[in-house]
């Protein structure tokens, strides 16, 4: 359907060839998110801005971050992974529920993070809460009472990458369950 020039996708009715076809661009899009937001770590890591490291930490704070670091590897993995198994025949081979409940997962997990970051950037920033949603000061949140504009600029990027990236696995989630639809 055309609609002001714009082409708007049917909801329940997309056919089946242009479901698939929305699907493979929703999903190759998720991919290529996930590289950009892989680059962007690299990026963080090449400027010098640091994350928290377990080994800074001592006790059952060590032992919490070395799991938390654990996880995150394998939703990175998980995060490479499932935007392709929504496409490939490989992806076949998971059952369809399960590839749904994964980008489900990471819409939400992504989405919530992105959003509250930069709703919490916001309020800290326009000063309507000086402590932001978390109640943490700049120096909390940056490391620094003055932190670079480098920094605030990377937590901002980082923020919003977060938010599109929940965004775009919701995209994905949409599409793969129309082409389940088709199928």
Do not use: K
């Not at 654990?70 to 369809?96: D, H, N, T």
């Not at 120096?139 to 901002?156: I, M």
């Amino acid at each position: 359907m055309i609609v002001g020039g714009m082409r708007i996708l049917r909801t329940a009715s997309s056919s089946g060839p242009e479901a698939v076809r929305v699907n493979r661009v929703a999903a190759y899009t998720a991919f290529a998110w996930v590289m950009v937001f892989l680059a962007w770590h690299v990026v963080w890591a090449l400027t010098g801005l640091a994350w928290p490291e377990a080994s800074e930490r001592h006790g059952a704070a060590r032992v919490v971050a070395e799991a938390f670091s654990v996880i995150v590897l394998l939703m990175v993995a998980v995060g490479v992974a499932l935007p392709l198994a929504l496409v490939q025949a490989w992806g076949r081979r998971v059952p369809a529920w399960m590839l749904a409940a994964g980008v489900w997962f990471g819409c939400v997990l992504l989405g919530a993070r992105g959003f509250s970051g930069v709703a919490d950037a916001i309020a800290r920033a326009t000063g309507v809460l000086p402590h932001g949603l978390t109640g943490m000061t700049t120096e909390q949140v940056y490391g620094s009472a003055h932190p670079s504009v480098w920094a605030r600029v990377a937590g901002a990027v980082t923020d919003v990458m977060f938010a599109v990236g929940g965004v775009v696995f919701g995209v994905a989630g949409v599409a793969f369950r129309r082409v389940q639809r088709t199928s």
